[in-house]
T-cell receptor, first 112, second 113 residues
């Protein structure tokens, strides 16, 4: 069966510090991978998605970036965090086109 | 007009009753529709998918799709306190070839014991 991991689970970072969040998927090959952010009390905002190694599509211009160095690994990064980057960061995967997405447990980021 | 619209609630339903959640979408060529359940502080969990007009039943859950009217709904029968959560509607907005889902902002459901 497929499993998706995210770490860390929680993170408190000062403004201006760098960020690296990692997501890995097990039990499937060539998944589509997604990064979402959910601000407190808000809906899901798609940040990036990837259909293959090195292929990244950005949905929202901001100070975040994403990379996919391996088939089942997706990384979200920032060089300098802003207060507005606080939120619940979710990684998701899918296999079928137009298909359902499955979410990881998420990382709760607080920027202070 | 929002692409995927849900009533934010909160929707309060007595235990044992039927909870009805609705979602409308703007893109007529949408092909795939999903309902997710999200408990407070947790990540969304897929509970139903539907692709064709009509009803799809899975246990206490029934998804209903009407492409002509551009709405999809979720019925929860015999509601339990454990059904209290936010329910997210998600739609593949542009048919075949689009890899993304568009999510509504969710409806918060509270089941009253």
């Amino acid at each position: 069966s497929q499993t998706i991991h995210q770490w860390p689970a929680t993170l408190v970072q000062p403004v201006g510090s760098p960020l690296s969040l990692e997501c890995t998927v097990e039990g499937t090959s060539n998944p589509n991978l997604y990064w979402y952010r959910q601000a407190a009390g808000r809906g899901l905002q798609l940040l990036f998605y990837s259909v293959g190694i090195g292929q990244i599509s950005s949905e929202v211009p901001q100070n975040l970036s994403a990379s996919r160095p391996q088939d089942r690994q997706f990384i979200l990064s920032s060089k300098k965090l802003l207060l507005s980057d606080s939120g619940f960061y979710l990684c998701a995967w899918s296999v079928r086109r137009q298909g359902e997405q499955y979410f990881g447990p998420g990382t709760r980021l607080t920027v202070t | 007009q929002k692409e995927v619209e849900q009533n934010s609630g909160p929707l309060s339903v007595p235990e044992g009753a039927i909870a009805s959640l609705n979602c409308t979408y703007s893109d007529r060529v949408s092909q795939s529709f999903f309902w997710y359940r999200q408990y407070s502080g947790k990540s969304p969990e897929l509970i139903m998918s539907i692709y064709s007009n009509g009803d799809k039943e899975d246990g206490r859950f029934t998804a209903q799709l009407n492409k002509a009217s551009q709405y999809v709904s979720l019925l929860i029968r015999d509601s339990q306190p454990s059904d209290s959560a936010t329910y997210l509607c998600a739609v593949n907005m542009r048919g075949f070839g689009n890899e993304k889902l568009t999510f509504g902002t969710g409806t918060r459901l509270t089941i009253i014991p």
